[in-house]
């Protein structure tokens, strides 16, 4: 699906309720279109998306072009009015940990007469009920079982911290292709470098709707394969809700023989 319309209004909202940011990188995949006012970061190599090579390259770029603390925005995601407040503290505040705030998703916009407007959003919040959601301000540390929950649709680090990770872990690893996989490897990675994990109230980001399927049948092969990847470099089954479902459905065995 093209995220043009979304990735612009993500731009918006950077704009209007990050007016500190100096610097917002785009990883544009394969949708080839300029953005005013952003650094645009080309994926590398051919075949299917590779997300993790993506949010590398984006952070990357940032970090050269100065910046001091990188926030994670998924393209359909909008920054919502006190989301840079938030980050901000809580990174200056815990500058080695990895900071996570609510995500909450938008109602399609048939159900709400059009595309939600920025100044509406607040009042739309409703964070996704299986992650945390402390009181704004307060900053939780992640217990060691919910680092998998981790999501990279909004999250925080300063850029030491990110430097650090990439010298040492390589970041989010780019043998991940496709649909599936990466975040929860990346939040594996963290747990066995023993960084921090905080959950940050108050840093509310709002994804923008489109449509899904679930499972998702469109990335079976993708996540098969993601899947056993993962199995490799760490021993356990990601995703297994899906699994079994595709299981159900006839269109893998599962569990492997």
Known sequence: MNRRDHLLRQLDGVRRWLPGAVHHTVQIGRTGFPVEGSAVVDRTGPGE????????AGADAAVR?????????????????DL??????????????V???????LP???????PVELSELAGLTAPHPARPDPPAGEFRPATADEY??????SFAVSADLWAGLRRNTGGFCEQYTGYGGEDTDFAMLLRKECIPMLWAGGAHAYHQWHPVSSPPVEHVAAVLRNAALFHQRWGWWPM???LEAFAEQGLIRWPPQ
């Open 240 to 242: 297994r809700g899906w």
């Open 148 to 153: 998998e929950l981790f999501w990279s649709l």
């Open 99 to 105: 900071v996570c705030g609510p995500v909450t998703y």
């Open 65 to 81: 072009a100065g910046a001091k603390r990188l926030i994670f925005l998924d393209a359909d995601c909008i920054p919502g009015p």
């Open 84 to 97: 840079g407040r938030f980050y901000d503290l809580a990174v200056r505040e815990h500058p080695g940990a």
């Open 108 to 114: 399609e916009p048939a159900a709400h007469a059009g």
């Open 49 to 56: 998306v590779n997300l993790s090579a993506a949010r590398n």
